[in-house]
T-cell receptor
């Protein structure tokens, strides 16, 4: 079956611009996660959704980051006023339930110039 | 504070040999321990996972050994093949509650020499 899909696969943006990253989880998966992967920081957890609700947003790096999920399916991660330190691969994962395995998408490589 | 420590950073193993990667965790509330395999340009792929009520889990050539008292777990890859060359990450999560995702180790770059 179809896995987690993310778009765009690559995004180059200028410092100060806003970007929106999209995640389509595996159909039926109620739990959705965003992570960031960079050389310096490794794999970092950003935010978790159960359905459309994110119980804890403290993992987001700054108030420039926001995320939402609608219809218990698609999620978007928005970064406002991008900075060079935001350059990383942003990964989305989903699972049938929180206690079960997380399946990752291919990621969006974000480059801020 | 690094909650999951992974070693070694890199590992070279001959084809047919056993690859062993180790992880240690600090948070005793962790109750789910997966291993992921990642190829360049791809997202991490779930390989195998274990919960603390068992000491070992085997799936094909991949085995997780878990030592709850020592707060350590390891991945063994038997009969290692060149196609296993990838970066491997251990991770941990409080699956039974909370709102956090996985806490990852820093990764091990594995090279299997033909």
């Amino acid at each position: 079956g179809a896995g987690v899909s993310q778009s765009p696969s690559n995004k180059v943006t200028e410092k100060g611009k806003d970007v929106e990253l999209r995640c389509d989880p595996i159909s039926g998966h109620t739990a959705l996660y965003w992570y960031r992967q960079s050389l310096g920081q490794g794999l970092e957890f950003l935010i978790y959704f159960q359905g459309n609700s994110a119980p804890d947003k403290s993992g987001l790096p700054s108030d420039r980051f926001s995320a939402e999920r609608t219809g218990g399916s698609v999620s978007t991660l928005t970064i406002q006023r991008t900075q060079q330190e935001d350059s990383a691969v942003y990964l989305c994962a989903s699972s049938l339930a929180r206690a079960l395995g997380e399946y990752f998408g291919p990621g969006t490589r974000l480059t801020v110039t | 504070q690094q909650q999951v420590k992974q070693s070694p950073q890199s590992l070279i193993v001959q084809k047919g040999g056993i690859s062993i990667i180790n992880c240690a965790y600090e948070n005793t509330a962790f109750d789910y321990f997966p291993w992921y395999q990642q190829f360049p340009g791809k997202g991490p792929a779930l390989l195998i996972a274990i919960r603390p009520d068992v000491s070992e889990k085997k799936e094909g050539r991949f085995t997780i050994s878990f030592n709850k008292s020592a707060k350590q777990f390891s991945l063994h890859i038997m009969d290692s093949q060149p196609g296993d060359s990838a970066t491997y990450f251990c991770a941990a999560k409080i699956a039974g509650g909370g709102a956090d995702g996985l806490t990852f180790g820093k990764g091990t770059h594995l090279i299997i020499q033909p």
